[in-house]
Structure formats: structure tokens, C-alpha cells
């Protein structure tokens, strides 16, 4: 069973540019997730879709991020502009349904220099 | 709110050697708690699941208890390997119809030989 797929895998980016970031869920999978994991901290949720609607959304820095999961299938996260505090490793993650295990990507480590 | 605290923050033990770590929540209500292992540069992988009426769960080497009064749960490492070097991240999710699930900081397992 193929896993979560994300892309890039590393970015670096000067502050104030733009950067999305890419998730291709398990195959099947309603739930998805993005995550934000600062160096040191644990993983930090940013949003949460059910299928293509968005469940929780609430830590989510709204002013420059953005989320979309077009089709209910593959998503993107999106910074514009981004700060020097938005370095950190960004995780996708997909369950079967709410509250299910979910799976992890290895992510995407983001440096804003 | 909805918290999990985990100690200690980093601990350091020879290979062969036992280890137990600490999470204390306060979700609720409660429906599942889940210790996952986060090797560095990977993302999260689950160890283990226990439910409300579940109180320890086993996986190997890794056995993880579940006190739902107290709101506390361990997980213990017996025979430590070098393998074991990691992130070790409770995660509590509650059932307030998201099922959103909230991390805590982790615990850095170091195993030296």
C-alpha cells in the first residue's frame, strides 16, 4: 500500500516570497490533515479536511495561509508572505474516517531565510 | 483546553536497558489516546491505540498503559535498542464530533550503546 506522498521534500525561500507545498493522501482516505512541527516541538495541526470540506481550521494563520483540497483527494498548502517563523517542517497526514489512525508523510522541511 | 503534557522532555539510557515515558491529558471528553515514534527527518509512525475502556496495549517491545481517572498513560520500552533513538509523541484525540486530535511536545529517546 503506497503511503503519503509529499512534495517538495526540502524548500528554502527568502522571506516574504511565496511557497506552496503538496499532499497525496492514502488512496481511500476521507480525512486529511496538515501539520506544522517547529524543531523540538511536537506536530502543531493547522487545518483538517473531511473529504473536500475543511473540519477544523481554527490554528490556522489565515492573513498568509491557505489550504485547498479540490476533489476531496490530493491537497496544497499554500504562505504568502512568508515569515522567518514559518520555518519548520510541514506533515500531511490521512486516516480512514475522524479519529482513525492516521498515516504521515515525510513532509516538507521549510526554511525562511 | 484541551492539553497533553509529556515528560520528561528528553532522556538519555544505555542499549539494553528499560525506559518508561509520561503523558498526562487533559482532553475530554476522551476517545482514544495514541503514542506514535518519530524517527529524525521522518514523520510520525503509530505504535500504539488504546480506547477509554482499554487500559495497556502492547507492541513488541513497546507496552503502553492507560489510566482514563487520572488522565494519564506511559509508554515502556523494554530492552532498549539503538533503533529505539527517537521522538516519542502522545496524542490525544477527543470526541467532540471532529475527533481533532492534539500532540504533545514529545519525548527525545536517546539509546547509546
Known amino acids: 500500500e503506497a503511503g503519503v506522498a509529499q512534495s517538495p521534500r526540502y524548500k528554502i525561500i527568502e522571506k516574504r516570497q511565496s511557497v506552496a507545498f503538496w499532499c497525496n493522501p492514502i488512496s481511500g482516505h476521507a480525512t486529511l490533515y496538515w501539520y506544522q512541527q517547529i524543531l523540538g516541538q511536537g506536530p502543531k495541526l493547522l487545518i483538517q479536511?473531511?473529504?473536500?470540506?475543511?473540519?477544523?481550521d481554527s490554528q490556522l494563520p489565515k492573513d498568509r495561509f491557505s489550504a485547498e483540497r479540490l476533489k476531496g483527494v490530493d491537497s496544497t498548502l499554500k504562505i504568502q508572505p512568508a515569515k522567518l517563523e514559518d520555518s519548520a517542517v510541514y506533515l500531511c497526514a490521512s486516516s480512514l474516517e475522524r479519529g482513525a489512525e492516521a498515516f504521515f508523510g515525510q513532509g516538507t522541511r521549510l526554511t525562511v531565510v | 483546553k484541551n492539553q497533553v503534557e509529556q515528560s520528561p522532555q528528553s532522556l538519555i539510557i544505555l542499549e539494553g536497558k528499560n525506559c518508561t515515558l509520561q503523558c498526562n491529558y487533559t482532553v475530554s471528553p476522551f476517545s482514544n489516546l495514541r503514542w506514535y515514534k518519530q524517527d529524525t527527518g521522518r514523520g510520525p509512525v503509530s505504535l500504539t491505540i488504546m480506547t477509554f475502556s482499554e487500559n495497556t496495549k502492547s507492541n513488541g517491545r513497546y507496552t503502553a498503559t492507560l489510566d482514563a481517572d487520572t488522565k494519564q498513560s506511559s509508554l515502556h520500552i523494554t530492552a532498549s535498542q539503538l533503533s529505539d533513538s527517537a521522538s516519542y509523541i502522545c496524542?490525544?484525540?477527543?470526541?467532540?464530533?471532529?475527533?481533532?486530535?492534539?500532540f504533545g511536545r514529545g519525548t527525545s529517546l536517546i539509546v547509546h550503546p
Open positions: 496524542v490525544v484525540s477527543f470526541s467532540g464530533g471532529s475527533y481533532i486530535p492534539t
Open positions: 479536511f473531511q473529504n473536500n470540506g475543511v473540519v477544523d
